[in-house]
T-cell receptor, first 111, second 117 residues
């Protein structure tokens, strides 16, 4: 079972780039890395997913080094509305139980 | 509807009573998940349905918890003889069948907030 470790909280200011790193030392060969965003009183929302190297979409980038033991979610030019909890999730289709959400990182964007 | 819906949005029940929570997944999604989220904590996996395969019930915390799914549509999570420790938000998510091993882009509903008094 791939366990993930993330910082509990981070603060940033509007307009800055934010990087949140997740450690997953025992990631398995078939595991993908997925990041979700959760606002208070809402269900999590998919942000980005990757297997290796770099993935970019309209809202974020995901950097995964060659050993895949960590990953970094990069949010460019954050705004106040990016204040949320961000979860790193590592798992495969072998068993949904392996899709374990940790406690997440509370990102607070300050004006 | 366009997204995953859950009902009720809030449920207050007395200790010892049974409750039933409902989830309507996105049409066409073959996979359905239930999670529990206690206040200020991460999501705890409960159960996973994938098409006609036997559900993965490995996350259910006790035999008081059970879930059913009708084909690839509605799912109900039932908690019998509720306890105060069952108080949490219960989240449902659905997804397409993973194209590749590891792909699990889940779409979550708004959750049901259960309070056991």
């Amino acid at each position: 079972l791939a366990k993930t470790t993330q910082p509990i909280s981070m603060d940033s200011y509007e307009g800055q780039e934010v990087n949140i790193t997740c450690s997953h030392n025992n990631i398995a060969t078939n595991d993908y890395i997925t990041w979700y965003q959760q606002f208070p009183s809402q269900g999590p929302r998919f942000i980005i997913q990757g297997y290796k190297t770099k993935v970019t979409n309209e809202v974020a980038s995901l950097f995964i080094p060659a050993d895949r033991k960590s990953s970094t979610l990069s949010l460019p030019r954050v705004s106040l509305s990016d204040t949320a909890v961000y979860y790193c999730l590592v798992g495969s289709s072998g068993s949904a139980r392996q899709l374990t959400f940790g406690s997440g990182t509370q990102l607070t964007v300050l004006p | 509807g366009a997204g995953v819906s859950q009902s009720p949005s809030n449920k207050v029940t007395e200790k010892g009573k049974d409750v039933e929570l409902r989830c309507d997944p996105i049409s066409g999604h073959t996979a359905l998940y239930w999670y529990r989220q206690r206040l200020g904590q991460g999501l705890e996996f409960l159960i996973y349905f994938q098409g006609n395969s036997a559900p993965d019930k490995s996350g259910l915390p006790s035999d008081r918890f059970s879930a059913e799914r009708t084909g690839e549509s509605v799912s109900t999570l039932t908690i019998q003889r509720t306890q105060q420790e069952d108080s949490a938000v219960y989240l449902c998510a659905s997804s397409f069948t993973p194209r590749l091993a590891g792909e699990h882009e889940q779409y979550f509903g708004p959750g049901t907030r259960l309070t056991v008094t």
